[in-house]
């Protein structure tokens, strides 16, 4: 069996019994970073062996895994922070497991564009998740693909290109639309600053952006 584990984004009570629950049990955790991992394992007590599992390894170590799992093995995939696979690691190892008939249970839990959305205030019937966007190559592309698009759009940023991303939106004419920026979800210092996207680009210009960003941004119409 292949759990997916959820890990909480911020405050660590937003762990669910059943993730530390299926910790416990399993034999190895497959980590994107053993270092964040074991703090919260050390957190909760939690002794298992851990194995890490990032962008920079996944090829290597995906058939070896593969391997351990269809000996009969249980594994734990887990995030730094979030649910696994949604803008982290595990896509790779998801679709293998399927290949090979191997069980998979993902727990619901923590993700952070859902609070952001929710509390941004636009639509929520329809949205579009882009996740980070293209750094250099298609990033214009992708851009004018989400000025265009119809319904609320979340973007994942970092607090070094947030200001970027804000100076290319209003480059592109969308200096009055309405934008949502959540940072710091679940943590002590969360926040949400919304306005248009020249107000929020003003604001992080005179009070230098910190922590991991979503970005909503309104629907075309």
Excluded: W
């Excluded at 497959?30 to 939690?46: S, W």
């Excluded at 000996?71 to 190892?93: H, I, K």
């Excluded at 250099?136 to 970092?158: D, F, H, M, P």
């Excluded at 920026?181 to 926040?191: D, G, L, M, N, Q």
């Amino acid at each position: 069996m292949l759990y997916l584990v959820p890990t909480p984004i911020g405050n660590l009570e937003d762990i669910t019994l059943r993730a530390l629950k299926i910790l416990q049990s399993v034999d190895l955790i497959l980590a994107e970073d053993t270092r964040t991992t074991g703090i919260l394992l050390k957190h909760f007590e939690i002794k298992k062996p851990l194995s890490s599992f990032h962008i920079h390894n996944e090829h290597q170590k995906l058939q070896s895994f593969i391997s351990q799992l269809k000996e009969g093995q249980n594994f734990a995939l887990v995030s730094d922070a979030g649910t696994p696979a949604v803008s982290d690691p595990g896509f790779l190892l998801v679709r293998e497991a399927l290949k090979e008939g191997i069980e998979i249970q993902c727990l619901p839990g923590p993700t952070a564009f859902v609070p952001a959305l929710v509390i941004s205030g636009f639509s929520t019937d329809r949205f579009l998740f882009e996740g980070f966007l293209p750094q250099k190559k298609g990033r214009q592309t992708k851009l004018r693909e989400v000025i265009e698009a119809n319904c609320t759009v979340i973007i994942y940023e970092s607090p070094f290109r947030i200001i970027k991303l804000l100076e290319e939106l209003k480059t592109l004419g969308l200096d009055e639309r309405k934008v949502s920026v959540s940072r710091e979800i679940s943590k002590f210092y969360e926040e949400t600053i919304r306005g248009t996207v020249n107000e929020v680009l003003q604001h992080f210009q005179i009070k230098a952006p910190k922590g991991e960003f979503v970005v909503c941004l309104e629907g075309k119409n």
